[in-house]
């Protein structure tokens, strides 16, 4: 059986004489009785210092086993054109087969490293005991390595730093790299030994393909293929001599002979290459005469690989946001690995390709619009208790396909930077994601949290055109109907940030954005299920381990943090007609073989019913005639409604901390959110953004008009095959009979119009009526009205009422003159009856 690897310090140590010895009896067997037979056993033989036993002992337990794993490679991220966003990498590498290596890159690398590779068998015997006897007796070291040995070296090297501990690493890579005294002997004859097991497992041409595979080619690159991209721009099967060259010259001193980092030292190691490729034939003198006269700088055209989110911004501006937000998806879902560790690794070495959903055009809107409407720098603004201040106010913006949940853009106007060193425009943190995909705790989402109560309005079976009852800015927490939570006692205050409190039709309680009445309409449904409805389309908390979004009345208005992705996403389950989706940003991931690796799902279903989908388009489309009637501020206002279909919701928190546009088409969905990403309670108030003064900024001031702009650019272009029509039953409601209570006392009336299912609001302030006092004189509407809606009802003051008639009953309404036989009219008749016919009642 072969012998596995032993660890350092477990088998039988030797001395550097004992060492030479056995190198001695190696290149003796070797040369007399072959290399193969002094591969497998070692004879016993004489020795000067009667170390025989001992040297054959040691010999004998080296393995012959070579503990071969898939070399690290580069990962590379994709758009979804296939434009690369960025790669990474523990080692630059890209492993290719020997046919896409030109034969020219291998005849250089023979020529230099091992001129007599397709002869020997693995080792060179003489080259060894000449390379140890000059290094036993000088300071100098001379190599004699053949390629097979080299690779049998650089697989023990990776062998070492695959370890999990850095102890283990450093153990290993010393006894792989040992090169002193008996340590460097043993080293070479374990390698000996290896090298000639490998050989006779494989050809010589496999042996050279993974050696060009595994070797390093400059201080950060591995491989030709890599070495032939990063330093020329071009594959490894189209390089040409004089690259090659300079490629071969690389591997023995990665660093000293780096063409990037000492192009000097470079130059002189590739003529040296050029030599030696002349001298065994491999090219012409005249090649050689015309590759020395070339300098190196004119051949190099360095290709800095895409490394990391940081230059993702190179290749697609504003991108290193969304290939942050990739890289923590692999890093945190199961489909990637066992555990985040092995997630990691996968994506520093496993040569994945990842393509993803970004589209580079939306993109590039995208970033052009948050940074252009709010350009990064320092804002006078106030602070949370009214005082003026400054603040780096931020806004960010991200896109999602309704129906898909594919993410199309991620930006905010900050530039990516994941270093400790970061300046007040530059930040890791990714403000469109929750905690754990960008660790940002999410923001306050105001209004826009608001169709989620309406959602559960029309599922219960009310409609847009339904009334409600808007002047209510206090409440008992007992008003609320939540089963799954205990509220606190007291009553919830609150205000309108915009629009204004009154009785009004659902509709336009939603267009212009009234708190009263939301909450009033709250009050009419079972609280617990508007959040459960919430967290069915992904809105939770935005703060670490997303919580759910807490069943609180001051939550229908949006009080507590959520990321934008999550409101983004949500409100594209409206567009798609109740489709909802898991957001997703990875299309597909290939590993360095070819194989497809399982990637998270969408896991896109019916989560709400067409028709209810169908009515939050419908009801969420005026907010162009509403609070979204104009978007920006001063020279940058835009008013009116998109030339294309589209439905949103402004947002602005208690006191303009944060504030929001979330809106939709029929492909897109985005949400934009403006505020102060560090200090909380920071106020835009009195804020001048692109020299146009916003006294106080609510949703439509900057987060209306990123999105607005962004939206132009990407529909441009884009079919607009519009919303579903939505039913008359959510749109204005069922009409039914309302219970006639002019003349009833105040009790009775608001009894059975509720029994009908009506909600009463009575007018404080009585009337002037010929009712009695205390009894209904008005009611509004009468005849039909929408069930559920709301009934006004006016109270008589008992003014109109006239007195009990005075008369002796024999004139009542007398005729004219009072005599005659006309009955008279209504009037009250006092004057003496003298007619022959009866007067009618008083």
Known sequence: MPNPARSRGRGRQVNAGQALALLLAFVLVATIGGVLAAGLVLPGVAVANGATNLTTQAFDELPTELGESTLPQKSTILASDGTVIATFFYQNRVVVPLDEINQTMRDAVIATEDKRFYEHSGVDPMGMLRAAVRNSVSD?????????????????????????????????????????????????????????????????????????????????????????????????????????????????????????????????RRNTVLGLMRDQHYITQEQYDKGIATPLKKSLKVHQPQLGCMSATKAIAGSGFFCDYVTKVIANDPAFGKDKDARVKLLYRGGLTIKTTLIPSEQRAADKQVKKNLPAKKYDVRDAKGRPTTAYLGSSIVVVEPGTGAITAMAQNRTFNNTSETTAKQTSVNWNTPYAYGSSRGFAPGSTFKPFTLLEWLREGHSLNENIDGRKFEYPMSAFNAPCTNLAGGNYKFGNAEGSGGIMSVQKATQNSVNSAYIAMATKLNLCDVFKGADDLGVRMGTPGAPEYPVLPANVIGSDPVAPLSMANAFAAFASGGIYCTPVAIKSVTNAAGKKLKVPDADCHREIEQKYANAMNEGLSHVWEGTAKTVGEGSAKITGKPSYTASGKTGTTSHNESTWFVGYTPERAAAVWVGDPLTAGTRAQGVTVNGNYIRYMYGASIAGLTWRKTMDSIMEGKSDPGFEKADNEQVYGKKVYVPYVVGRAQGDAEAALRQAGFTVSVDPTPVASDKPAGTVAEQNPSGTAIKGSTIILKISDGSGVQPPDQGDGNGDNGGDDGGGNNNGGNGNGNGPGNGHGRGGRG
């Open 140 to 268: 100098s070291r001379e190599g004699a390595s053949t390629l097979t040995q080299q690779y049998v070296k650089n697989v023990l090297i990776e062998e070492a730093l695959s370890k999990k501990t850095k102890a283990e690493q450093d153990a290993a890579l010393e006894d792989a790299r040992g090169a002193e005294g008996s340590e460097g002997i043993a080293r070479k004859l374990r390698e000996a030994k290896l090298a000639i097991t490998l050989e006779q497992k494989m050809s010589k041409d496999e042996i050279l393909e993974k050696y060009l595979n595994i070797a390093q080619f400059g201080t950060s690159v591995y491989g030709v293929e890599a070495a032939a991209q990063y330093y020329f721009g071009v594959p490894a099967a189209k390089l040409t001599y004089l690259q090659a060259a300079t490629i071969a010259g690389v591997t023995r001193s990665p660093s000293a002979w780096d063409p990037v980092r000492n192009p000097e030292a470079s130059e002189q």
